[in-house]
C-alpha cells in the first residue's frame, strides 16, 4: 500500500509518498480503509522537530475517516464494514491504518467521509476548551487567536453558544471576515494592531477571562497580560514556537491560572470520548457547528499541504485523499 513517510526531520520535502509494507492488525486493533485524511499542525510541529516524533521513518496524521476493514481478536467496539472517524492517533497519512479499536467513532449514515475527517480533532479540542477548562458565561469576554484557523472557526463557534464576548486575532481582513462570520464580536489585526493594547483599551484595563493561544512564542507573554483577575491562560499549542521556561511570577498579578491541556486527557475514556464526539458530530450533522474546509489535495501531495498549512496560506481545514 502507500504511504506518507518522513525519513528524517526538516522541511516539508522530507515528506515522501512511497510504497510501504501492508498491515494486520492485532489483540484490540483495527484496519481501517482511509478515506480521507484531516492535516493538522501537529502534524507540521513534529515533522519539523518542534515536537519530533519517537522514531524514523514515520507516517505523520492523526485523523481520518474510512471503513473497517478487518478487526483483531477481543475488539466490540467496531464491526468489519462500519463507516468510523478517529483522532489521537497517529498514522493516518496513508491508505490504510492500524488503529486502536477503543479510538474509532461511527459516522453517521448522512455523514460524508471528508466532514467526518474533518470534524473529530478540531472540534473536539474547540469542545473541551469551551466546555471542560472553566465556565464561560454570558457576557465573559475571551480572547481567541488565530481566529480563522480550522480550530479557531470552531472555538468561536462553540464560544458564541455560551453568551461569551469573543475577541479574535488574525493576519488579513479576509481572514477577520471570516471569523466575524463565526461570531466574532471583535477582530483584531495583529499585523497591524498589538492585540494587548487593544484588549486593554477595549476592556477598560479589565483584560478578558480567557486567553485561548495556540500560537505560543510570540504571542504567550502578551496573552497573559491580557488577562483580567483570576483569568484563565490556556496555551494548547506552539505554531510560532515553543515558549521556553516559565517565570510563574507573572501569574501572580491577578492571581491568574496556567493550563496546558491537551485533548486526550479530555477525552480520558470512551465514554468521554463518545460523548463530546458525538455532541459536535451532531452539530455538524445539524449545521448548528458549521465546518470550514479550505483546501483537499491528494495524499500524494502531503507536501504541499504542509507548505501551505506552515505558511498561513489556507483558512479552515485542509484534508487530504488517498
Not at 469542545?127 to 481567541?144: A, K, S, Y
Not at 499585523?191 to 487593544?198: L, R, S
Not at 480567557?210 to 496573552?223: E, H, I, L, W
Amino acid at each position: 500500500m502507500k504511504a506518507v513517510r518522513a525519513h528524517e526531520i526538516g522541511g516539508p520535502e522530507v515528506l515522501v509518498y512511497e510504497d510501504v509494507p501492508d498491515l494486520t492488525p492485532g489483540p484490540d486493533q483495527a484496519l481501517v480503509e482511509i478515506k480521507a485524511v484531516g492535516v493538522n499542525y501537529t502534524d507540521v510541529s513534529s515533522r519539523k522537530g518542534t515536537n519530533p516524533p519517537p522514531s524514523l521513518p514515520w507516517t505523520p496524521g492523526r485523523e481520518a475517516s474510512g471503513i473497517v476493514k478487518a478487526i483483531g481478536s477481543n475488539v466490540t467496539e467496531v464491526d468489519v464494514g462500519e463507516q468510523v472517524a478517529y483522532a489521537m492517533f497517529t498514522g493516518s497519512y496513508a491508505e490504510e491504518a492500524i488503529v486502536p479499536a477503543n479510538l474509532l467513532v461511527p459516522l453517521p449514515e448522512s455523514m460524508n467521509f471528508e466532514t467526518g475527517a474533518a470534524t473529530l480533532l478540531q472540534a473536539m479540542t474547540a469542545h473541551f476548551l469551551t466546555f471542560g477548562i472553566t465556565q464561560v458565561n454570558p457576557g465573559d469576554r475571551v480572547l481567541v487567536h488565530a481566529g480563522a484557523g480550522g480550530v479557531g472557526l470552531l472555538l468561536i463557534q462553540m464560544l458564541r453558544r455560551t453568551g461569551a464576548c469573543i475577541y479574535t486575532t488574525v493576519s488579513t481582513e479576509e481572514k477577520g471576515r471570516l471569523a466575524t462570520e463565526a461570531g466574532a464580536d471583535s477582530v483584531i489585526l495583529y499585523t497591524q494592531e498589538d492585540f494587548e493594547e487593544a484588549i486593554n483599551r477595549s476592556t477598560g484595563g479589565e483584560g478578558v477571562k480567557v486567553a485561548y493561544d495556540a500560537v505560543g512564542q510570540t504571542t504567550f507573554r502578551k496573552s497573559v497580560n491580557s488577562l483580567g483577575r483570576r483569568g484563565y491562560m490556556v496555551f494548547y499549542g506552539q505554531a510560532s514556537g515553543p515558549v521556553g521556561e516559565i517565570d510563574t511570577g507573572i501569574l501572580r498579578d491577578g492571581s491568574k491560572f496556567l493550563t496546558r491541556p491537551s485533548l486526550g486527557d479530555y477525552t480520558a475514556t470512551r465514554e468521554e470520548l463518545l460523548h463530546r464526539a458525538n455532541e459536535v458530530l451532531d452539530w455538524v450533522g445539524s449545521g448548528e457547528l458549521k465546518l470550514s474546509i479550505g483546501l483537499t489535495l491528494d495524499l500524494s501531495d502531503a507536501s504541499e499541504a504542509h507548505r501551505q498549512l506552515e505558511g498561513r496560506m489556507t483558512t479552515g481545514k485542509i484534508l487530504l485523499i488517498p
